[in-house]
């Protein structure tokens, strides 16, 4: 384990470096364990390894789909049920949300939405008081799993989304991912939308990372102590920026979504990585970095 030249960041050959230092484990899914297909063989390997020392491993995911969906997801990807013991999504906690709709800002008496991709991300609205309508215009409120489809441009809600806005309706954003890289290509999530609605002025409620109430109920689940769990994951301003504001170390997975800006032609973390990490986000918050989750 060394530390990058000129930075405090400690970059790590594998996650074998860190095995005795943590009891739990927080593990991103996609970026981290799975690039959108099977999952990677390293980084199985070391979930495996982890699993038989014990490790307590939550898979933390901003996908708007619930947990069990996640996990019969990764199932299929080659990530059994067995290597890991939680898993929790942004979709619980939005289904949680729109489950107790205590919140006032979610349509005040109003049980009307307008489900952004229902077809793609159903979990959302069963066992919810809320109703799906049609159009934007007749609802109380917008719940946003993402884009329908893949090759959507962000362009093509401006006129969705300016008409929620004028209407001042609450959007439940549930993937507060703005893009992720599916087998090498970069798409769209709800997050992008998110970010637009918040331009014109609509209020915006979001669960998932990077905000604190995800990673609070990770370490509920593993019960702590914080300075004893480590968060895992390749998103600077989700999986890093969270992990921080929670009071947990964590390690970054250079090699995900930023693989083009952290990683050098050879497939090497760069030198200064800090650097680079700070003209991305301001400021570099992991503690740890290597350039592919593996044992």
């Not at 996650?15 to 484990?25: N, S, T």
């Not at 901003?62 to 979709?91: F, M, S």
């Not at 593993?222 to 301003?237: F, Q, W």
């Amino acid at each position: 384990m060394n530390a990058c030249e000129g930075s405090r960041l400690q970059c790590i050959d594998g996650i074998l470096d860190l095995a005795d230092r943590y009891d739990g484990f927080v593990l991103d899914a996609w970026g981290t364990l799975h690039a959108g297909g099977p999952a990677l063989p390293e980084a199985l390997d070391a979930v495996r390894r982890l699993r038989e020392r014990g490790k307590r491993i939550v898979v933390l995911s901003n996908t708007p789909q619930i947990g069990p969906v996640l996990a019969d997801r990764l199932q299929a990807q080659g990530i059994p049920r067995e290597l890991y013991d939680w898993p929790v999504t942004a979709g619980d906690l939005a289904h949680e949300a729109l489950k107790a709709a205590v919140d006032p800002r979610l349509g005040g008496d109003g049980r009307r939405v307008f489900h952004l991709a229902p077809e793609r991300f159903p979990d959302l609205l069963p066992g919810t008081p809320f109703v799906p309508v049609g159009r934007v215009e007749d609802a109380d409120v917008v719940v946003n799993g993402g884009p329908a489809r893949d090759d959507v441009a962000i362009e093509e809600f401006a006129p969705l989304l300016e008409a929620a806005a004028a209407r001042g309706l609450t959007m439940v954003c549930a993937n507060p991912d703005r893009a992720i890289v599916d087998k090498g290509t970069r798409k769209m999530c709800a997050g992008e939308l998110a970010a637009v609605y918040e331009t014109l002025g609509g209020c915006v409620l979001y669960y998932g990372k990077p905000f604190r109430d995800v990673f609070d109920r990770a370490v509920e689940l593993l019960r702590g102590p914080r300075s004893r769990i480590l968060v895992v994951g390749d998103g600077l301003a989700t999986d890093i920026a969270g992990a921080a504001a929670a009071g947990l170390d964590s390690l970054l997975v250079a090699g995900g979504l930023d693989a083009g800006k952290l990683l050098t032609a050879e497939g090497n973390l760069v030198p200064d990585l800090e650097a680079v990490v700070a003209g991305l986000a301001g400021r570099c918050e992991a503690r740890y970095a290597l350039s592919y989750l593996r044992w």
